[in-house]
Each structure stands twice: as structure tokens, then as C-alpha cells.
């Protein structure tokens, strides 16, 4: 798993039918930190993550573990939302605060 921050989104009418009905998301994958990198993925969103989140994020085969992406042609999914990470004793990100 991998942090990241939602960035934005990806609009697409003509896609593969597994595809129809799902978020795709641009992520920014952060540092252990917190803080932004230059990598940047799209990501199907599972869990109904919005502009500005911390989220974690899946690739390879774990990115279709979850019940509703079986299926779905997809390399790198969000699981979940953030609410704080702590490294090494201090909070490097609270969803509270950002």
C-alpha cells in the first residue's frame, strides 16, 4: 500500500464496460512524510475519496481484491481514507488539520 492525495479526476465516456460506473482519480503518491512527490497514477476509486484526501492506494493484483473491482481492468485502486499517519512519534498528517 501507498499514500497518496487526490488530485482530481479523469473523465471518460468510451472505456471498457467493467469500467462503466467507476471513479477514476488522479493521485499524487506521497513521501513517508506526508509530503508530495512527483509520481502521479490513476486510481479507481472504492471508497468514495474526494479532492484534497490522504488516501491508500493498492497496485498489481491487490488493486482488484475487493469485492466490486473483481473484475475490473484495473492496475491501482484506493481502499481507504486517511485520517492520520505517525512517523517515528510525531503526526506527519491529520485528516483534522490539513
Request: proline fraction near 2%.
Given at each position: 500500500?501507498?499514500?497518496?492525495?487526490?488530485?482530481?479526476?479523469?473523465?471518460?465516456?468510451?472505456?471498457?464496460?467493467?469500467?462503466?460506473?467507476?471513479?477514476?482519480?488522479?493521485?499524487?503518491?506521497?513521501?513517508?512524510?506526508?509530503?508530495?512527490?512527483?509520481?502521479?497514477?490513476?486510481?479507481?476509486?472504492?471508497?468514495?475519496?474526494?479532492?484534497?484526501?490522504?488516501?491508500?492506494?493498492?497496485?498489481?493484483?491487490?488493486?482488484?481484491?475487493?469485492?466490486?473491482?473483481?473484475?475490473?481492468?484495473?492496475?491501482?485502486s484506493i481502499?481507504?481514507?486517511?485520517?492520520?499517519?505517525?512517523?517515528?512519534?510525531?503526526?506527519?498528517?491529520?485528516?483534522?488539520?490539513?
Amino acid at each position: 500500500m501507498e499514500l497518496a492525495r487526490v488530485q482530481g479526476t479523469v473523465v471518460s465516456t468510451i472505456k471498457a464496460e467493467k469500467l462503466s460506473g467507476c471513479t477514476l482519480l488522479v493521485v499524487n503518491i506521497l513521501n513517508s512524510d506526508a509530503t508530495p512527490s512527483e509520481k502521479h497514477l490513476i486510481a479507481i476509486d472504492s471508497v468514495g475519496a474526494g479532492t484534497g484526501e490522504v488516501v491508500l492506494v493498492v497496485r498489481g493484483s491487490s488493486a482488484r481484491q475487493t469485492q466490486d473491482l473483481k473484475d475490473v481492468p484495473t492496475d491501482c485502486s484506493i481502499v481507504a481514507i486517511v485520517d492520520s499517519v505517525e512517523l517515528q512519534g510525531k503526526i506527519v498528517y491529520a485528516k483534522n488539520k490539513n
